[in-house]
T-cell receptor
Framework: TQLLEQSPQFLSIQEGENLTVYCNSS?????LQWYRQEPGEGPVLLVT?????EVKKLKRLTFQFGDARKDSSLHITAAQPGDTGLYLC????????????FGTGTRLKVLA | DTGVSQDPRHKITKRGQNVTFRCDPI?????LYWYRQTLGQGPEFLTY????????KSRLLSDRFSAERPKGSFSTLEIQRTEQGDSAMYLC??????????????FGEGSRLTVL
């Protein structure tokens, strides 16, 4: 059973469009991270959020942690082909022991 | 620092054989994690270490899986009597965790296992 569910599972969009990826759980997490993974490589950290309601921006990417620290979203503005990849959220297990549990993943393809 | 390295990158084996994967973490990192990932899915937690101590092993893992980190540096993951369902990418990650510091996970490129 996955603690973290991501939606959508797949997303194919045209260059320049906006999109939002969601990461939801019924559990509270002390922190949540977003990673991007490209084929043949390990995931690479994009951001960490730790405070309920926190919003962080990384160029065209905006990350938000839910007020109750149970969910998070990733919004990409004006997507580019270079944004293509598997986006993963990862939560510090509710036990707070830095055991990171990953979400189900969202595969994004941005078409030129 | 060369990052997290894993060996071998690819392993093809016949069902019933034993396989061992090695992970060399970033040198100053005290935490080491093993995950399993199938195509298009998120990594599934297997086990993790704080220095040489194994903190937890996933209940999803059968007794055929064992991991060690004998000196708190490199780690090995062994799968005995492999089954076709073991085919996956095995990812290793390391981090530095201290007090309330939220450690970033640094991943290796993974070891892909194919069981025929």
């Amino acid at each position: 059973t996955q603690l973290l569910e991501q939606s959508p599972q797949f997303l194919s969009i045209q260059e320049g469009e906006n999109l939002t990826v969601y990461c939801n759980s019924s559990s509270v997490f002390s922190s949540l991270q977003w990673y991007r993974q490209e084929p043949g490589e390990g995931p690479v950290l994009l951001v960490t959020v730790v405070t309920g309601g926190e919003v962080k921006k990384l160029k065209r990417l905006t990350f938000q942690f839910g007020d109750a620290r149970k969910d998070s979203s990733l919004h990409i503005t004006a997507a580019q082909p270079g944004d293509t990849g598997l986006y993963l959220c990862a939560g510090d297990h509710p036990s707070g022991t830095y055991k990171y549990i990953f979400g189900t993943g969202t595969r994004l393809k941005v078409l030129a | 620092d060369t990052g997290v390295s894993q060996d071998p990158r690819h392993k093809i084996t016949k069902r019933g054989q034993n396989v061992t994967f090695r992970c060399d973490p970033i040198s100053e990192h005290n935490r080491l994690y093993w995950y399993r990932q199938t195509l298009g899915q998120g990594p599934e937690f297997l086990t993790y270490f704080q220095n040489e101590a194994q903190l937890e092993k996933s209940r999803l893992l059968s007794d055929r899986f064992s991991a060690e980190r004998p000196k708190g540096s490199f780690s090995t993951l062994e799968i005995q009597r492999t089954e076709q369902g073991d085919s996956a990418m095995y990812l290793c990650a390391s981090s530095y965790t201290s007090g309330k510091n939220t450690g970033e996970l640094f991943f290796g490129e993974g070891s892909r296992l194919t069981v025929l």
